[in-house]
Every structure is written in C-alpha cells, then in structure tokens.
C-alpha cells in the first residue's frame, strides 16, 4: 500500500477541495478512535494523588484497513471531561489544541502525550486533568483526510498543594486577635484544608515542623516556654495526599508575667467613665498600690488618683482626672509590679474640673 507524506497529502488535498467540496471531518468519526493505551505516570484515578514528575500517556495506534491509514494523532490536555468535537480539537488548526496539547507524528516511537511538571505543580486535590486524543486518518484513494472520535482519558487527580490558617482570638473579645494574656494555655481558630489528614495540623514555637501531627480540630494549643516575651505559634496543614506546608502559617501575641497588673495597659475615656478596676492576676495576696510617674497634657494637672482602700488590697479603682498618662504600682513583701502606661483621654466635651464651663 502508498503512502504518502503528510505535507504532500494535504497539498493534494487542497487542490481537490473545490473540484470534490471534500473538507476535514466529512466521514463519520466513530471508527479508528484509540483504545490501547497506557496511563501510568500516573495512572487515572479520582482519588488525590501526589506527582511532581510530568505526567504521561502512551497509546497503540488503531489497526487500519486499506484504503484508510495513519496521518498523525493530536491531543490536549483539559480540566472537562467534555469529549471535544472537531471544532474545538482541529488537526489542521493548532490554536485548538494549545496551550497542553500538540500533534505526534505517525513515525514517532512510542506515540505519547506529556502535561508537564510545572503545569501540574499548583493542582490541589479538587483539580481535575483530561487527556483529550483523535486520530487523524487519510483515504488514499479519494485523499480524504479525517479523524476518529475523542478519546477522553482520565480523570487524573493530582495533589501538590496545601494551605490553612491560624488565628489567635482574645477569649474576651473573640472578634479581636489576642494581643497580650497571663495564660500559657492559648485560643486557636484553624481554617483548615478540605481535604485535611485527620492529624494534619502541626504546631510549634519555633519555625521548626514536629515530627508528629495532632488532630485538626485542635482548638487550643499550652505554652512550653512561659518566659513573659512576644511569642509566636506557627502551624502547618497535612491534606490527604500527604502534602504539608512548605512555609508555616503565623500569629503573634505578648505573654505578660504570671504575675501581674491587669490590664497591663489601659485607657480611662472621661467621656464615658472616670474610673477603672486594676487587680493583680496570678495571686490572691494583697498589695499596697501608687500612682507612678504622671504625665499630664496641662501643666500641674493630676492625671489620676486612687479611690477607695489601696493597702493590702489585691485590687484597686483608679478615677481619671484629667487628660495624660500615667502607671499603677503593685509591693508586696519587697515585691513591686508595675503597670504598662495608662492612659487618660476625653473624646467629648465634659464639666472635668466641675465649674460648670467645658
């Protein structure tokens, strides 16, 4: 049997198209479509699977009867399942099956389509791949030129990528992120992967993973270094495929004394209150408090006083005066505690001296 060269194929067959109006896909496509093939690198499957290599797919080339025989194959690479028709998957047109897809000779050895790695490299378990694969055929008596119907192999189910979240609430305003605390036993909200591993979240203090994971809905996380510092908790996620988190996700807050003035640092809004309730957190005893180091905006102005009883008292109120800044000391038994900066403000208009005048 002839064979003819494809450039010369196609030659001729352009010059027959206005004497015979014979076009491209004029014959039924049913017949000489691929049904020996192999997908194993990897193979098909629904099921999430890690590949960092290209992936490939080899095929046998259909057993052809005179006068019919083999032009080339073309192939592209989807994320549908949709068999693609002649218009969509053209052999005489590339811009139908690029980007991810190509033409493979009828000399090639072996015929095979790849996807490559870096195309792949960003696929996360609900992304699907399809191979889309016609044959492209000839009569070599009447130089028709067709092709078979869509092969759709796949699905392939690739899973290089995971990600998450933390985030540390303040337990007393959980719309706020935790900021500063006395407690080494720390909130934790986890956005997790949808296909997260049942011990896929990874804790630690440090940007170092641990070996081991704990279950992913972990809802709070104990300190193992309590020094009064910033710290940091950095998480990783695991997902099914057994991918984890090349880079930690973060979130920081500020771990006071155990023992402490609480709240460590506070604002007294005169337009809303004068006064505010300061303790020692961390123990029962009592202490004997002072006003520290006053800041007033006018000169000779008290910024704050202490109300009420201030010795032996593990708690105190402190009334605003006037607009500054100021700290609250705590001793007890040569012991002495220092608040962080206080700070008094009026964001209204207020009779603050009592005068009558603003």
């Known amino acids: 049997m002839k064979r003819f060269p494809l450039c010369s194929v196609r030659v001729v067959l352009a010059s027959l198209l206005t004497l015979a109006f014979i076009s491209y896909g004029s014959l039924a496509f049913a017949t000489y479509e691929v049904t020996d093939y192999t997908a194993d690198s990897p193979p098909p499957s629904e099921t999430p699977i890690q590949w960092t290599n290209d992936m490939t797919v080899q095929w046998e080339a259909p057993s052809f009867s005179d006068p019919y025989t083999l032009v080339e194959f073309v192939y592209k690479w989807t994320t549908s ?5 002649y218009t969509q998957l053209n052999a005489d047109n590339p ?24 195309e792949i490299a960003g696929d996360d378990y609900d992304d699907l791949r399809y191979l889309h694969l016609k044959t492209v ?34 337990p007393d305003h959980p719309d706020q992120d935790l900021q500063q605390t006395r407690q080494t036993q720390i909130t934790i909200e986890v956005g997790y992967p949808g296909d997260v591993a049942e011990n896929g979240l990874y804790l630690n203090e440090t940007s170092t ?90 000169a000779e102005a008290d ?8 010795t032996d008292v593990n708690s105190v109120t402190l009334q605003g005066l006037n ?16 608040s962080g900066t206080i700070t008094v403000v009026v964001t209204a208009n207020l009779d603050v001296d009592g005068n009558g005048s603003a």
């Open 303 to 310: 910024v704050a006083q202490l109300t009420g009883t201030t």
């Open 323 to 338: 607009p500054g800044t100021c700290q609250l000391t705590a001793q007890s038994d040569g012991t002495t505690l220092t």
């Open 137 to 170: 055929y000839i009569n070599t008596i009447t130089v028709e030129i067709s092709h078979s119907n869509d092969k759709v192999i796949g699905p392939f189910n690739i899973d290089n990528v995971v990600s998450g979240t933390i985030r540390l609430p303040d």
């Open 81 to 85: 399942e949709s068999a693609l028709n």
């Open 209 to 298: 993973r641990p070996s081991e994971g704990i279950p992913y809905t972990t809802t709070s996380y104990t300190l193992q270094n309590t020094d009064p510092e910033t710290k940091t908790i950095y998480a990783w996620f695991e997902d099914q495929a057994g991918n984890i988190s090349s880079t930690p996700e973060a979130a920081s807050f500020t771990l006071l004394e155990q023992v402490g003035i609480d709240p460590n640092t506070a604002a007294i809004d005169l337009a809303v209150t004068d006064t505010r309730t300061f303790r020692v957190s961390g123990t029962l005893a009592g202490y004997t408090w002072t006003v520290i180091n006053e800041t007033p905006e006018t």
């Open 95 to 118: 811009s139908s099956y690029t980007p991810n897809g190509g033409t493979v000779d009828k000399d090639a050895t072996p015929y095979h389509a790849e996807l490559g790695s870096q």
